[in-house]
């Protein structure tokens, strides 16, 4: 009978616009959750009754049914915060993440270090990204990213780069003494190394101009710093002789003397490279860079030391390049991983797990994972986040269209169902 189908017709209306309501209840209640992409309902008939069979044409519809619900994945607005450990992702890409169900994927940048070092979401699942190896290069090796040790070792100096300038225009050459160093050079100034152990020291450097375009240098200590000196008096360390070209340039460097034994257990004869500059002869270069000799005041324009003693972690951030930065104590710094995102061919039909994460299905498609900013992954903003992309307006119009077809389906019920009263009533 006919009138019989339009109740289920009307059943089926009922359900797929209660399903829908679920949906923009679902999208209203997440109006506030990081990284969420909005999701709408998207209906389908039911294969029709034909009344000519396969002629086709003059078909009855049997009613609605969820076809399908996909995520609107558009771009959510990024929020400014002032949390180290935030990020957001502009574009196409999903933070990989590791925990005890596997891999899963999120938008969701909220993260934070847990108390074994981890950088995790608030559901402790491990943030992954590529390791960097013991200089700090960024490597392609996947795996936790991890708080590093709280104490980085000592570096022994092995370089020491001076950039100056001696007067030429000395002509009265000073005989230099120990014991008045400072009276019987034409120059003076100070640097700092450090020994094998990381203890600092401060060598003072005197320059004694010998003959024109050629100078002596030495490097004194306080005696009681290195292997055999006095408290009190200084000690020689270094020594050596610069010559330069005619028109001021460096043409030849050459190291004297070199005893770098400090006390303590410290490395004896420690061996540093003092580097005056880009040489002539010596480093087959052109003299410009560097020290040079020209009718001006001597100075010391700039100076370079590699070593540092030991260090803790003062501060830790993420760059918009998804690298994350460690600054010591000690004034070093050093790139310890870099986040890692993924990318899928069918982002919509990945599985919801909860928790703002996302696992691979079948449909989305296997991930491909990279580096923040290739091959289309998306771009990293540092203490950022991105908000949902709910727009609560359109969700209530939704809700109301949703809501007036619920009630227009029951009324087909009830309707049908004053039609059945009266063939009923055809017995009296």
């Known amino acids: 009978m006919g009138v019989l189908s339009s109740l289920y017709t009307g059943v089926s209306g009922l359900a797929a616009q209660g399903e829908a309501l679920g949906v923009i209840g679902d999208n209203i209640a997440n109006a506030n959750t990081t990284g969420f992409k909005a999701s709408r309902a998207e209906f389908q008939d039911i294969i029709s009754k034909s009344l000519k069979g396969i002629l086709g044409g003059n078909q009855i519809g049997r009613g609605v049914k969820i076809g399908a619900v996909n995520p609107i994945l558009i771009q959510g607005n990024v929020d400014a915060t002032e949390k180290s450990t935030d990020l957001a992702i502009s574009g196409d890409g999903y933070f990989v993440l590791r925990g005890s169900d596997g891999e899963s994927y999120t938008r969701d940048g909220s993260f934070h270090f847990d108390r074994e070092g981890y950088l995790v979401t608030n559901d402790n ?65 100070g640097i700092e190394i450090y020994d094998s152990q990381g203890n600092k020291h401060l060598i003072s450097m005197f320059f004694n101009k010998i003959a024109d375009g050629t100078w002596e240098y030495r490097g004194l200590t306080d005696g009681k710093e290195v292997t055999g000196g006095k408290e009190g008096e200084l000690a020689e360390v270094l020594a050596g002789k610069l010559n330069f070209t005619v028109d001021g340039k460096l043409n030849t460097e050459e190291v004297t003397k070199t005893a770098l034994n400090f006390t303590g257990g410290a490395l004896q004869n420690q061996q540093i490279k003092f580097d005056f500059g880009d040489s002539i002869t010596t480093d087959k270069g052109d003299g410009i860079d560097g020290t040079k000799q020209y009718g001006k005041e001597s100075d010391l324009i700039s100076w370079h030391q590699d070593g540092s003693s030991a260090g803790t972690i003062t501060n830790l951030s993420f760059n918009d390049e998804g690298v994350l930065t460690a600054l010591y104590s000690n004034g070093e710094t050093a790139d310890l991983s870099q986040i890692a995102l993924t990318k899928f061919e069918n982002p919509e039909a990945m599985f919801k797990v909860g928790n703002n994460r996302f696992k691979e299905a079948r449909d989305s498609g296997p991930p491909s994972i ?20 709910v727009d609560l307006a359109l969700e209530f119009v939704n809700l109301i269209q949703n809501q007036r077809g619920f009630q227009a389906n029951a009324k087909t019920i009830t309707t049908t169902d004053e039609l059945l009263a009266e063939v009923i009533n055809l017995k009296r």
């Not at 050459?173 to 003076?188: A, E, L, V």
């Not at 990279?370 to 992309?389: I, V, Y």
């Open 125 to 189: 699942q491990r943030v992954q990204g590529f390791q960097a190896d013991d200089k700090g290069n960024i490597i392609n090796k996947m795996g936790d990213i991890k708080f590093p040790r709280a104490l980085i070792p000592a570096k022994a100096t092995n370089t020491v780069k001076l950039d100056l300038n001696l007067d030429s225009r000395i002509q009265n050459f000073k005989k230099f003494d120990m014991k008045d160093p400072y009276s019987t050079s034409d120059f003076s100034t």
């Open 370 to 389: 990279g580096r923040p900013g290739k091959g289309g992954r998306g771009k990293l903003f540092a203490k950022s986040l991105e908000r949902s992309t």
